[in-house]
């Protein structure tokens, strides 16, 4: 069952989960959804994770059930969120996971706060690429705050999920039904601004820039059909850079490990936390 809380004057939605053998053998689990995902896409993922760990995962501002402010989105406002939320919950150390945009958000929430966050396991990591800061200025001034935001939301994101699942996974079309069926729903000014102002600050920074100074325990996970915006080299890059990282590669899946491979990707997370 989901709760919700209130941060910055926003009502987010969350999931608590407890451990189902009703004792921790570590610090919390928190599950950081990907760029415009919500609780429900990583529900069999957290069965998976929960049976010995407390699981958290967040409906971000501007996703899922969340408020959906008009305002500017980037990193490190989503960064603050997070610091945020765990405080509201006296969680003062937890093991952050995720993939695409929460990928990137755990390497850059364990950059900025090791003795926090002492394990990181990320796929996919959105920012796996250099710095496009001219098409991210583009992005914030010329599309985002305008009607260009929303007209192009539509085809952009029906080419981009070409990338989200390998054509062979079974559940492919279900899964993309469902998720612009969730999109039809919740489409709004704030949602619009949300889905630009992250895309766009996902370009203007690389993780490139930060990986060699982060220092604990990195599981870095890729599934090697996942090739959009270089995706495999950077992971690549992001492996031989992360000084204690521990690279798996899960072959025959593309971008969205928590659907396409999820008892798998579960068992990789279980070994890395």
Same mark, same amino acid.
């Given at each position: 069952?989901? !709760?919700?809380?209130? +941060? #910055?004057?926003? %009502?987010? =939605?969350?999931?608590?989960?407890?451990?189902?053998?009703?004792?921790?053998?570590?610090?919390? /689990?928190?599950?950081?959804?990907?760029?415009?995902?919500?609780? @429900?896409?990583?529900?069999?993922? /957290?069965?998976?994770? &929960?049976?010995?760990?407390?699981?958290?995962?967040? #409906?971000?501002?501007?996703?899922?059930?969340?408020?959906?402010?008009? =305002?500017?989105?980037?990193?490190?406002?989503?960064?603050?969120?997070?610091?945020?939320?765990? #405080?509201?919950?006296?969680?003062?150390?937890?093991?952050?996971?995720?993939? !695409?945009?929460?990928?990137?958000?755990?390497?850059?929430?364990?950059?900025?706060?090791?003795?926090?966050?002492?394990?990181?396991?990320?796929?996919?990591?959105?920012?796996?690429?250099?710095?496009? !800061?001219?098409?991210?200025?583009?992005?914030?001034?010329?599309?985002?705050?305008?009607?260009?935001?929303?007209?192009?939301?539509?085809?952009?994101? %029906? +080419?981009?999920s070409r990338f989200w699942y390998q054509a062979e996974?079974?559940?492919? !079309?279900?899964?993309?039904? @469902?998720?612009?069926?969730?999109? =039809? %729903?919740?489409?709004? %000014?704030?949602?619009?601004?949300?889905?630009?102002?992250?895309?766009?600050?996902?370009?203007?920074?690389?993780?490139?820039?930060?990986?060699?100074?982060?220092?604990?325990?990195?599981?870095?996970?890729?599934?090697?059909?996942?090739?959009?915006?270089?995706?495999?080299?950077?992971?690549? =890059?992001?492996?031989?850079? +992360?000084?204690? &990282?521990?690279?798996?590669?899960?072959?025959?899946?593309?971008?969205?490990?928590?659907?396409?491979?999820?008892?798998?990707?579960?068992?990789?997370?279980?070994?890395? +936390?």
């Amino acid at each position: 069952m989901t !709760s919700w809380i209130n +941060i #910055d004057s926003m %009502r987010l =939605r969350y999931l608590d989960v407890a451990p189902r053998s009703g004792v921790s053998d570590g610090p919390a /689990v928190l599950v950081i959804p990907g760029h415009t995902a919500r609780i @429900e896409g990583y529900l069999p993922l /957290v069965e998976l994770l &929960c049976e010995n760990r407390r699981v958290l995962v967040l #409906d971000y501002p501007g996703s899922g059930e969340s408020d959906k402010p008009q =305002r500017a989105y980037n990193l490190a406002f989503y960064e603050a969120v997070t610091i945020k939320f765990l #405080d509201e919950l006296a969680i003062t150390e937890a093991v952050p996971v995720g993939g !695409s945009l929460g990928g990137n958000l755990v390497l850059r929430l364990g950059f900025r706060f090791p003795d926090r966050f002492k394990k990181l396991v990320a796929w996919a990591p959105g920012s796996s690429w250099p710095s496009r !800061s001219l098409l991210a200025s583009l992005l914030d001034r010329v599309v985002a705050p305008t009607w260009l935001g929303r007209a192009l939301f539509w085809p952009t994101v %029906r +080419i981009q999920s070409r990338f989200w699942y390998q054509a062979e996974f079974a559940h492919r !079309s279900a899964h993309l039904e @469902e998720t612009f069926h969730y999109y =039809r %729903r919740v489409m709004s %000014r704030g949602f619009v601004m949300m889905y630009w102002g992250m895309a766009a600050d996902q370009l203007r920074y690389s993780l490139f820039d930060l990986a060699p100074s982060v220092s604990q325990p990195t599981l870095l996970l890729w599934g090697d059909q996942d090739h959009g915006g270089g995706m495999g080299k950077g992971v690549a =890059r992001l492996a031989e850079q +992360i000084p204690n &990282c521990c690279l798996h590669v899960f072959a025959g899946a593309g971008h969205a490990l928590e659907a396409e491979c999820v008892e798998a990707l579960g068992e990789q997370i279980l070994t890395g +936390i």
